[in-house]
């Protein structure tokens, strides 16, 4: 017993001082990262002079946060983690029965969303839940719909695509031309800008054809730049970085949101504001977002589906089972931006403007970060990613008590890419193959069981 006790806590001890040595070396690389950024601030005063203003607290905070932080981390969640998974290895290995959550999780989530916005309208009133509804509902929608249409390029048929922007500002502007030259309504474009974003996607998938990997990654990289050049500088008709303005609203059968006497408002007898034609939105993009993932489901099922995963897992094996990949491919690409310009329109309508400014590559980056993070091919992985990443972004922006923290200057949105960068290294570092590791099989035997991600190829879940 005398030797079991030593033993133990020699490795108490041991462990105790390897989490305070990696504890130091953290506050260290922290210190060395933000001493320039975070310790010293760049200002101008009132006679246009440069002025460095040092804020060491604000640094002081970071590092003790990291330092802390590695040490809890070491000294008691990893012995924690390895404890519990020790334990887990040694229980008997008994089947557990899905839960009522579980088994119901789309159709709870469905339920709660329509929900959403009545639920906010009793909370805040009427003006109070513009915010809540434009911010935290239709724009994490835009986000989940953009992430399912590049799923089904990246997702199930494994083609990196880097442009997937260019699609989405193909709909926003073929909304906007349209709609300002011709007078045309929402109804009519929707479809019409989602193909002609189907066609681009056709156009850009046969230079591609036979690219794969990393190749593939810089010719759509480039692809999306040109579509945002194009914009920029074809001012007769895109009018460049001026953008378009003044798109019209959608209607609802005809009825416009507007302060008309023929307006919905004035219809229904109900107070004038804008949170109609917001909630209106929701609504609108919510069935944008589940007409996109019933397609997605019905389309996996499908000959196409099962080609596509065929070409993820490997091409050449799929080419040696017969299967036109050249077809596969383009349909990948066409299905993809077709929901991409679909979204765009909306985005068009939402806005009321588009510039080029609003499709840079950092928007194809955040979808396909959207796409990984939650899993490839999961829909429902990606929905909660979009959640995370998109509505963790926004409430950044109501986190002002933060400045009583950190002082009246300190900003949090502008740290938002900072905290998106570190939540993306730690959701990769703690589930390799995103939210959702597992998979289930859309051609199976007898019996439907979900795959562990541990069974299939790194970053294709």
């Known amino acids: 017993m005398a030797n079991v006790a030593s033993t133990t806590a020699s490795a108490g001890t041991e462990v105790t001082a390897r989490a305070l040595r990696e504890a130091v070396f953290a506050g260290l690389i922290t210190l060395g990262l933000f001493v320039l950024f975070v310790g010293l601030e760049t200002d101008q005063n009132i006679r246009n002079e440069l002025v460095l203003r040092q804020r060491w607290g604000l640094l002081a905070i970071f590092v003790a946060v990291a330092t802390v932080g590695r040490f809890l981390i070491v000294a008691y969640v990893q ?57 935290f509902g239709i724009q994490i929608l835009i986000y989940v719909m953009l992430a399912w249409g590049l799923n089904i390029v990246v997702g199930l048929a494994g083609l990196l695509d880097l442009g997937y922007v260019a699609f989405y500002a193909v709909g926003a502007y073929s909304y906007a031309l349209l709609s300002s030259y ?28 036979r690219l794969r990997g990393d190749y593939l990654a810089i010719v759509t990289l480039a692809f999306g730049e040109i579509i945002r050049l194009v914009l920029i500088n074809w001012t007769e008709v895109t009018k460049g970085t001026f953008g378009v303005s003044g798109i019209a609203k959608a209607t609802l059968f005809g009825i416009k949101f507007d302060a008309s006497k023929d307006g919905f408002a004035a219809l229904f007898g109900l107070p004038l504001s804008s949170a109609y034609y917001k909630i209106f939105l929701f ?24 080609a596509w995963e065929a070409l993820r897992e490997d091409e050449i094996a799929c080419r040696s089972l017969g299967i036109n990949t050249t077809m596969t491919k383009l349909t990948a690409f066409a299905t993809g931006a077709m929901f991409g310009g679909f979204a765009g329109s909306f985005f068009a309508v939402r806005q009321g403007f588009v510039s080029p400014e609003s499709f840079v590559f950092l928007e194809s980056a955040v979808i396909l970060a959207i796409v990984v993070l939650g899993g490839m091919g999961s829909l429902t992985g990606i929905a909660i990613a979009a959640v995370v990443m998109v509505g963790g972004t926004e409430i950044l922006r109501e986190l002002t008590f933060l400045k009583a923290v950190f002082g009246p200057t300190f900003t949090p949105e502008l740290y938002r890419m900072l905290i998106f960068g570190l939540a993306m290294v730690v959701v990769m570092v703690w589930k390799p193959r995103g939210f959702v590791g597992s998979r289930e099989p859309t051609a199976f035997l007898h019996e439907r069981k979900a795959i562990s991600g541990s069974f299939t190829k790194e970053g294709h879940g």
């Open 283 to 306: 609504y609108l993009i919510l069935a944008l977002a589940l007409l996109t993932a019933y397609v997605t489901i019905r389309l996996r099922r499908m000959p196409i589906g099962r």
């Open 182 to 209: 011709f007078g045309l309504s929402f109804w009519v474009l929707l479809p019409i800008a989602g193909i002609l974003a189907a066609l681009w996607g056709v156009i850009l998938g046969f230079p591609v054809l």
């Open 79 to 135: 012995p924690w983690l390895a404890q519990r998974k020790a334990a887990r290895a040694a229980a008997p290995d008994i089947a557990k029965g899905e839960s009522f959550f579980s088994r119901n999780f789309s159709k709870i989530a469905i339920v709660a969303l329509a929900l959403y916005p009545p639920v906010i309208l009793a909370l805040v009133g009427v003006q109070g839940s513009l915010k809540w509804v434009d911010n």
